[in-house]
């Protein structure tokens, strides 16, 4: 202290601070104002959005992606990044799943090694991190990749563990009083734990201080290994501990759960206020963020507003936050340096002090332009694709819906409503909102919707996701639908949601694919399972002269209705063609690159293959690329597929035949049944029923039946257009 200069004069921050800067230090007041904003347009536009139970749905929503960003909020405080925690998600899961049901662990033991296995985990990434001093983006970048490799290696990219007792399921599946989600006193616990370690412990301070500098920190006696160590491994049991509860709200563990739950983490964290450069950041904010996103989500669902929306505005959210950041950044340096240039000798910076006090001390040389401008353009490159997908699909649509208009009869144009006079609405999810499958499908609803003077919602996850559909039917349940209707991508996580639906009054149906029969009220079938997986093996055995080997390319491996195809064709070749063997069954995740790539890789391992059967509408042209490129004249395609997606293929001879029904008729089929359910028209025991254009369907028992699958061929297949 230079004794020539009064204590007095040099400034004190804390001092100075009014009551905003003491409570919103990064500006969560604006995010504050945006959540009330976002409350008052949706519970104006939002059918039941303010309500007791949508507000407890809202906090379920939040807490598998709330529990990982409270525990990414001290690790990027501190400087650092972990990309791994959702693929720690789906290891923990899967290992939870395993010691359960393969190796009979009672639950508790089997939670207990979780959570162990978290800790681990996280314990790997800080012993890198903190020992070795390699960057924390590199080595969770490594750990992302092996904790997930791990996960597929546990379950050979095939388990699906589920069957779990009703006991574990209420976890996250049940409600204290009806109303209260047991897991919400989960995301408390972990709230204030973060909270008091960060904002009311010498370990939070220590940890500010190391994100503003780690060698200061050093130098300060602050353990910086050690504290870093605390974070990571932190970071990992949170990781755990968020897998617990989603295999308890879904009913089923899976190598893939978790998958992007980090992105959106560190979006809430970033969103709240925390510092992508370190050494700020609060509990409060990272809450905020984090209910900013969800309300988001939950609102623009209860709206009937296109889901895509909320990735956009999401993005626009997070560049509005990086600039605010960056611009607070300039003028906190401006402040910084007038200080220095007013006081003859500015006290040494502390970084035991506050997180607001050690601010005055950072330097513009100190701020990392690389880091800014890293996240900036990240972003800006996440709300461009946002922004081309949900046009692309807009555009789509909108096309479809021109082409059914101008073709659909409206020679029962009379208004379906119901008892208060308003229209029915059934709310009707593809398992994938992209897939052209599903789009085609889309077209025949909204033709019959328009007949019927019905108001369809549409809505769904944009990939093969079985958690994002239980969210949306858990909105649709909270707007208080007449009747949802559902392609069901995992048969035990939905379910439960589905029955809590028919509790409320609201009818049930299942199309393309089922789940538990007591949980809806009829299924919408296209066809048989044994009928398509007998038409599937029926033509393989005829392109390969019933004799010779060939692989399957399934959309997913936990997909209800493409497994059962599979056990038919399976059960087809055993009772009546010895001489084909199928050597593999391939995942694609409903992406036509992903079937590029696993046929590719079927055609170096497996070089007898002379015959490849996709059984997902994108794995047809998929695999058939793969087959042309390779040059391989004596490999066929055949499976399952739209034939607008196949003629190109179909004509070059790579596709010799492949095998669908009219999926136009599948979704018109599906609204005009679940109009009949509504108003009492279909019933158990009956025969057949009228859908409109369709005339007289056959009904067997639960079942709404189609009709046979149809084969597509070089001799047929110009004609049809869909």
Known sequence: MNPTIPQSTIRNPQSVMSWRERWFPNHEWALLLMLLFECSVF??????FLTAG??????RLSVEIGLLALALTPVI?????DLSVGSMMGLAAVVFGALWRDAGWPIPLAVSVTLLLGLVGGGLNAALIARLKLPPLIVTLGTFSLFRGMAEGVTRGIENYSGFPPEFLFLGQGYLGGVIPPQLFVLLAAIIGYGLLLHR???????????FSAEGARYAGIPVARRLNLVYALSGLAASVAAIIYVAHLGQAKSDAGTGYELMAITAVVLGGTSIFGGRGTVLGTVLGLLAIVILQNGLRLSAQPAELAGILTGVLLLATILLDRFSAGLRDKAAMSDKLQFVDVPECDPLRSQRQTEVCRTPSEESEVKNSQVAVLSTVILAAALIVAGSNWLLVRSLRQESSSGAATKDASSASTANGRKLVVAMMPKAKGDPYFISCRQGAEEAAKELGIELLWDGPT????????????AWITKGVDVIAVSVENQ?????VLRKARQKGIRVVTWDADAEKDARDFLINQATPQGIGYTLTDEAARILNNKGEFAIITASLSAANQNEWIKHIKARLAEKYPGLKLVATKPSDGDRDRAFAETQNVLKVYPNVKLIMAIAAPAVPGAAEAVKQSGRADVKVTGLSLPNMCKPYVHAGVIESFVLWNTVDLGYLTVYASRAVRDGELKRGDQTMQAGRLGKIEINGDEVRLGAPFIFNKANVDRFNF
Do not use: H, M, W
């Open 77 to 81: 405080i501190t400087g650092g990044i």
């Open 54 to 59: 949508n507000g407890f749905e809202i906090v």
């Open 492 to 496: 035990a996580g939905i379910s439960t």
């Open 201 to 211: 412990t010498v370990i939070g301070r220590g940890l500010y201080a190391i994100g």
């Open 463 to 474: 990939d093969l996701d079985p958690a994002k559909q239980n969210e949306v039917v858990e």
């Open 43 to 48: 519970s104006v536009t939002g059918t039941n």
